[in-house]
Nanobody
Framework: QVPLVESGGGSVQAGGSLRLSCTAA????????MAWFRQAPGKEREGVAC????????WYADSAKGRFTISQDNAKNTVYLQMDTLKPEDTALYYC?????WGGGAWYEAGAYMYWGQGTQVSVSS
């Protein structure tokens, strides 16, 4: 059983939009909090957005504020990342991550998350 499955990546021009989806195989994988990370070639993996499953509270990296929206559909065990006004610097491999048992650490710290998706590529051309 694959805990997290992502979809929705692709190639767009600057200013365009994409929506990423991350479906958890079971609710227990997305219990507590889930996040989206991204990693561009030659750069470290960075946190983009996080949502706490129970409260629905959300957190964003400064680079994502005002352009990206993280949301969840509890009935589908799915978390989304709506990305608008995309920029070339948003080009990266995007990963979904789940922290079902409070691994500790800030939401943007990759080490806090136990489960990871396979990644989906987002490419933004100028």
């Amino acid at each position: 059983q694959v805990p997290l499955v992502e979809s929705g990546g692709g190639s767009v021009q600057a200013g365009g939009s994409l929506r990423l989806s991350c479906t958890a195989a079971e609710y227990r994988y997305r219990h507590n909090r889930m996040a989206w990370f991204r990693q561009a070639p030659g750069k470290e993996r960075e946190g983009v957005a996080c949502i706490y499953s129970g409260s629905g509270s959300t957190w964003y990296a400064d680079s994502a504020k005002g352009r990206f929206t993280i949301s969840q559909d509890n009935a589908k065990n799915t978390v989304y990342l709506q990305m608008d006004t995309l920029k070339p610097e948003d080009t990266a491999l995007y990963y979904c991550a789940a922290d079902p048992e409070w691994g500790g650490g800030a939401w943007y710290e990759a080490g806090a998350y136990m489960y990871w998706g396979q990644g989906t590529q987002v490419s933004v051309s100028s």
